[in-house]
């Protein structure tokens, strides 16, 4: 039996232990062990995969769009990430993987790297307009998006307002596909590959659209075997190389699966990278705190090292990083893009959100203020009778997380062994 969830990520219980690693590496405490079972707190979950990373019995599953899904489209378009270039070896050349896609059944295939590219330089010309508030935060990863909704609220008008490189490669391909191919909106089908689940729920669910341009995304994991059973053949390299020419891929937007991918592209401001959950969180913490304010642009990725660290990726992620090292240097640091172009579309808002990043804080311990004032009070006393060893036996990762449910009501002191042990 498979937990249903709202979100990309559930678990299957038939597989689940109960053991403590999901429990402990969640970021947002969204896990608790029940009845022996890991479940998901949907209002915590932010979809960041780390739960799949940690698990030992692949007991959490992750939910992305199937080939069979895509069935409904009399066109289909491919927007894969550029995490997929690192994914088959150094052998491999991009156009021979967009070619691959076309052959296993999309009637067209589009590079993104032209696109990261074209939303760096929209963001150096908003860090140029807007000398306030610092630091600027990359909108790009759906996971920071979500975790600063969450966790870090007061953030949220840091994000810059840019959709990101995927949704504005659907919108530029909204716009004028249909007319092309006198075909019906919705019968054109887009759909973005990609190395996380987050991506799909970020479609599923825009923060800051009304509907996503993208109708779906299928993983790096499901879409790698039959790119493989292609490229082993080999065929047609002539019809490879025209279709996909290396002139036309960006050498910075190639970069961008990796960490400092976007802000190797901003060097006339003062910028900072980082990647991985923790050390994301450590930093956000210090922007809350006032820190960073010397700063232009906080580039994070919730994956280690960035989309190459995505837990629906094949490849081995430092080999995947080097790869896409390669790759970028060899296709070089000559823009691709028409400045001139992106200044249109950045002053005619056609990268812009549709609507505020809206900040969903945590639910107050009362909705009456002198009650939630007591609660705290009485949670404190809790957390000083735990015995404070954050084990994970009573189902909670941490003493602190299992007196804040105590008092919302969601567990017992009794659920702390040890306390009840001690109890008369």
């Known amino acids: 039996m498979t937990q249903a969830?709202?979100?990309a990520i559930s678990i299957n219980l038939n597989?689940?232990?109960?053991?403590?690693?999901?429990?402990?590496?969640?970021?947002?405490q969204a896990i608790r062990i029940r009845d022996g079972k890991a479940r998901v707190i949907d209002r915590q979950c932010i979809d960041c995969g780390e739960c799949i990373r940690h698990c030992p019995r692949d007991a959490i599953e992750s939910h992305t769009t199937s080939f069979s899904d895509l069935q409904r489209f009399a066109y289909k378009v491919a927007i894969p990430a550029t995490a997929l270039y690192g994914q088959f070896g150094n052998s491999v050349l991009p156009y021979e993987i967009l070619y691959a896609l076309r052959k296993i059944g999309f009637d067209h295939v589009y590079d993104l790297s032209a696109i990261c590219e074209l939303y760096i330089a929209a963001v150096e010309e908003y860090l140029t307009e807007h000398a306030q508030p610092r630091p600027v935060i990359a909108s790009t990863c759906p996971v920071v998006v979500r975790l600063i909704q969450r966790r870090f609220p007061a953030l949220s008008e840091l994000i810059v307002p840019f959709e990101p490189p995927r949704e504005i490669g659907a919108k530029i391909l909204r716009?004028?596909?249909?007319?092309?191919?006198?075909?019906?909106?919705?019968?054109?089908?887009?759909?973005?590959?990609?190395?996380?689940?987050?991506?799909?729920?970020?479609?599923?669910?825009?923060?800051?659209?009304?509907?996503?341009?993208?109708?779906?995304?299928?993983?790096?994991?499901?879409?790698?075997?039959?790119?493989?059973?292609?490229?082993?053949?080999?065929?047609?390299?002539?019809?490879?190389?025209?279709?996909?020419?290396?002139?036309?891929?960006?050498g910075l937007?190639?970069?961008?699966?990796?960490?400092?991918?976007?802000?190797?592209?901003?060097?006339?401001f003062r910028t900072v990278a980082v990647s991985g959950v923790q050390?994301?969180?450590?930093?956000?913490?210090?922007?809350?705190?006032g820190l960073l304010r010397d700063v232009d642009y906080l580039e994070c990725m919730v994956c280690p090292d960035g989309c190459v660290g995505g837990p629906l990726s094949i490849e081995n992620r430092f080999l995947a990083k080097s790869r896409i090292l390669h790759l970028a240097k060899k296709a070089g640091d000559k823009s691709v893009i028409d400045r001139s172009e992106i200044r249109t579309m950045y002053r005619e808002n056609f990268l812009s959100f549709q609507h505020p990043l809206e900040p969903q804080p945590s639910a107050p311990l009362d909705a009456d203020p002198a009650e939630a004032i007591r609660k705290a009070g009485l949670r404190d006393e809790i957390l000083q009778r735990l015995p404070g060893k954050d084990c994970g036996f009573c189902g909670a990762p941490y003493c602190a997380t299992l007196a804040d449910d105590i008092v919302r009501g969601l567990a017992d002191i009794r659920d702390c062994p040890m306390t009840w042990k001690e109890t008369p």
């Open 5 to 7: 969830k709202q979100h």
């Open 15 to 28: 597989k689940c232990t109960g053991c403590v690693h999901c429990l402990t590496a969640c970021p947002t």
């Open 175 to 250: 716009s004028t596909l249909p007319a092309a191919l006198k075909l019906k909106p919705e019968d054109i089908g887009i759909i973005h590959i990609t190395p996380c689940p987050a991506k799909l729920v970020s479609i599923n669910h825009p923060a800051t659209m009304k509907k996503s341009f993208l109708d779906g995304a299928v993983s790096i994991r499901d879409i790698y075997p039959p790119i493989l059973d292609i490229l082993r053949k080999k065929d047609d390299t002539a019809i490879m190389r025209h279709l996909f020419p290396d002139s036309s891929m960006s």
């Open 253 to 268: 937007g190639i970069g961008w699966s990796i960490s400092g991918g976007e802000t190797r592209s901003l060097p006339k």
């Open 279 to 289: 050390d994301t969180i450590h930093v956000l913490d210090q922007v809350e705190s």
